[in-house]
């Protein structure tokens, strides 16, 4: 590889040493949202299989 492609990589990797609490602040709001998304959480109201109990 040479000096010229490394160089760009090089800083920007030197660069993002001082972005780290940024990266983690958006890294934790984009697993918050896709976990409020989940499908295996179940809608507010609806009563589990588990939980439900049987009158007959």
Do not use: C, I, N, Y
Request: overall charge positive; proline content about 11%.
């Amino acid at each position: 590889m040479s000096f010229v492609k490394w160089l760009p990589a090089g800083f920007q990797r030197f660069a993002g040493l001082f972005r780290k609490p940024q990266r983690d602040a958006e890294f934790a709001a984009e697993l918050k949202s896709h976990l409020r998304r989940s499908p295996h959480r179940p809608a507010p109201g609806v009563t589990s299989p588990s939980t439900e109990t049987r009158t007959s």
